[in-house]
């Protein structure tokens, strides 16, 4: 019997296949505070990034300089939005002060590795 090379299952060739692929990624610069008076643009603004279907969702925050309590909801907002299209939400280059308030959000797990500022670059 002639000698046939084995496949891989479907789904492993399917694991192969997104592991290997580059991810899009979109990014949105954020920028000013972040507060009540400015989460529904905030939101908006992320939420237009999700338009093109991204596989990642980056949201700098190098140019922010205050993250409130209330703004954190941009980020639960976005989160839950991003998961249902499949997109992963990652907070960069987020100030101490923003990874504090994004910890007590219970949203540590969107900060990119490192978690802390300049964690993107």
Known sequence: ???TP???PRRWSRFLHRTFLAQR????RLQGQIDL???????????DGLRGLPDILE??????DHLSRD???VFLIAREHARTR??????TNASPQA???????GLRGILAAGGGHNAGS
């Open 1 to 3: 019997m002639p000698h």
């Open 6 to 8: 084995h496949k891989p």
């Open 25 to 28: 990624t979109t990014v949105v």
């Open 37 to 47: 008076r400015t989460a529904e643009r905030t939101t908006r603004m992320l939420l």
């Open 59 to 64: 949201a700098d925050l190098s140019d922010v």
């Open 71 to 73: 703004g954190t909801m």
């Open 86 to 91: 499949r997109t992963r939400l990652i907070v």
């Open 99 to 105: 990874v504090e308030m994004l910890g007590r959000a």
